[in-house]
């Protein structure tokens, strides 16, 4: 089975084309092109297979993480279809139109270069999903149908302090947390250096607290200019493939929850451990704009034969 192995920013995914080939087990090969060891490695696979009959759009993008769960959309991943579909001849249209759980979104692909591939998108995210029900949040005091910004952690929520005594003092962090949907849940909390931040510890607890039924993406987030374009520095940990080195639909909420709380303003110059992006939001009911590379590392073929045995889930 032939694959390409691509990221936007380090968020790495193993890209199949769906039409070619037929996968019976998306989740195992997921968690099997996924290990770093015995695998390609990678943050998960993403399926770029044909449209669902009756949607208007040109490719239809499935996105696995690396421990086989399905999410709902990757804003990284997403740039990358575009650049998957395009320089492969699966389409050209611009812009394209990728069908995902989250439903249709358009990616603007641009080429670049000396072999004139695509080498940077522009993704109209959609509109943030704000509602606690929606994201799905359930707080103990918070109505489901209220969004949850800036909201003043309790002392009953409490962030491990087992990794280094006195974290939350020493990266500045202010105790409030603001939760946004891009399709997928984001936890976002700000703080005055995110270097200080404990991610290996306070990321998978937050990921699995109670008051996430569906487990949640969390961002520590550094305020660096709100003047002119707003500018932040963050750190990820994403359900289900942990920390990893950029998150487009997490970048994306932060950006909604750095202008809603009015820490900053549009557009946000987003620095991640893989790289920059850039994020536009006007408020209200409109969409998100990110814009990001897309980069492809190498093809290679799979040999299905060599895929491990899985003990019973």
Partial sequence: MGFAKMHGLGNDYVYVDGAQYHVNDPPALARWVSDRHVGIGSDGLIMVDPVTPGIDAD????????DGSEGMMCGNGIRCVAKFAVDRGLCDRQPLRVET?????????MRGGPDGTVHEATVSMGAPILAAARIPACIPGVSLSAAVVDFALPDEFRIPASASAGWQEACGLDPRMTL???GNPHAVLWCADVSR??????????ERHAWFPERINVHFVQLL???????????????????TQACGTGASAVCVAGVMTGRT????????????LLLEWEGGESSVQMTGPAVEVFEGTLDLAAQPQERAR
């Fill in 197 to 206: 931040v404990p991610l290996d510890v306070v990321g998978p607890f937050m």
């Fill in 180 to 182: 946004v949907s891009m």
């Fill in 265 to 276: 303003i549009s557009p946000v110059l987003a620095h991640l451990p893989g790289g920059d």
């Fill in 225 to 243: 200019s709100a003047t002119g374009r707003g500018e932040v520095r963050m750190r990820t940990w994403e359900r289900g493939s942990g920390a």
């Fill in 101 to 109: 759980r989250r439903g249709v979104l358009e990616v603007h692909w």
């Fill in 59 to 66: 490719v239809r993008m499935r996105m696995y993480n690396a």
